[in-house]
């Protein structure tokens, strides 16, 4: 499971990095980026509670 987590947090760090980086021809993307590597270290955060649960 510890494999499983480190794997989210690494690519929600990927993706926050992504979402910094300046895009001039599309702003919103940014954000889409953002909340997807939010998305990605609350589903690492919550992964001893799914081990837990099943």
């Given at each position: 499971?510890?494999?499983?987590?480190?794997?989210?947090?690494?690519?929600?760090?990927?993706?926050?990095?992504?979402?910094?980086?300046p895009m001039p021809s599309?702003?919103?993307?940014g954000v889409g980026l953002?909340?997807?590597?939010?998305?990605?270290?609350?589903?690492?955060?919550?992964?001893?509670?799914?081990?837990a649960a099943f």
């Amino acid at each position: 499971m510890a494999v499983f987590q480190a794997l989210f947090y690494l690519i929600a760090i990927l993706l926050l990095v992504a979402a910094a980086l300046p895009m001039p021809s599309r702003r919103s993307r940014g954000v889409g980026l953002g909340l997807l590597a939010a998305a990605f270290a609350l589903t690492a955060f919550a992964a001893p509670t799914f081990d837990a649960a099943f």
